[in-house]
T-cell receptor, first 113, second 114 residues
Framework: DSGVTQTPKHLITATGQRVTLRCSPR?????VYWYQQSLDQGLQFLIQ???????AKGNILERFSAQQFPDLHSELNLSSLELGDSALYFC????????????FGPGTRLTVT | AQSVAQPEDQVNVAEGNPLTVKCTYS??????LFWYVQYPNRGLQFLLK??????LVKGSYGFEAEFNKSQTSFHLKKPSALVSDSALYFC????????????FGDGTTLTVKP
């Protein structure tokens, strides 16, 4: 167990809908990272937050947004969902901003129908 | 831009034999290199990293990796494979300036047969 929790574990929704994925980092970790893992695109870095502020941005679509709250948990919002958004979404955390050792949660499997 | 290549989709070894999972990278500046392992229906687990220092890096579960700057490689190795090492392995790279923005390879499935 990495200490990173993600909810929900599975999510099934229809195209055009909006969903929110939640992540709680390991105790004491200030950085949260979001990744998308799909068969066709592999593991893609989406975005990093450090202590509430956006720190690095990857291949995140404009339809997606994230935030980190004062209690350090983070939410990834996915809107206007498309079939291609079906994937496993991972959250990871690390103590600092460097991300040298990231601890991954179990993931949320999103299925868009 | 940074990139990682894991040239083998699948590596098969017999238990007790040495294993190597290959990784090559491209990055501007000094590379920060990582290996992660993913078991079925689980998140990734950190194995080891190279930031600076000795080219041979030792990590979790008896794994090690060798950084070779001239060949831009960071191959994962283990002297004696276990059946329980069977999993999906990811190599990742980032440069020193880009915070947590790591680029991951496509992954290599390691199968260790008894």
């Amino acid at each position: 167990d990495s200490g990173v929790t993600q909810t929900p574990k599975h999510l099934i929704t229809a195209t055009g809908q909006r969903v929110t994925l939640r992540c709680s980092p390991r105790s004491g970790d200030l950085s949260v990272y979001w990744y998308q893992q799909s068969l066709d695109q592999g593991l893609q870095f989406l975005i990093q937050y450090y202590n509430g502020e956006e720190r690095a941005k990857g291949n995140i679509l404009e339809r997606f947004s994230a935030q980190q709250f004062p209690d350090l948990h983070s939410e990834l919002n996915l809107s206007s969902l498309e079939l291609g958004d079906s994937a496993l979404y991972f959250c990871a955390s690390s103590a600092g901003t460097s991300g040298y050792e990231q601890y991954f949660g179990p993931g949320t499997r999103l299925t868009v129908t | 831009a940074q990139s990682v290549a894991q040239p083998e989709d699948q590596v098969n070894v017999a238990e007790g034999n040495p294993l190597t999972v290959k990784c090559t990278y491209s990055v501007s500046g000094n590379p920060y290199l990582f290996w992660y392992v993913q078991y079925p229906n689980r998140g990734l687990q950190f194995l080891l990293k190279y930031i600076t220092g000795d080219n041979l890096v030792k990590g979790s579960y008896g794994f090690e990796a060798e950084f070779n700057k001239s060949q831009t490689s960071f191959h994962l190795k283990k002297p004696s494979a276990l059946v329980s090492d069977s999993a999906l392995y990811f190599c990742a790279v980032r440069d020193g300036t880009n915070a947590g923005k790591s680029t991951f390879g496509d992954g290599t499935t390691l199968t260790v047969k008894p």
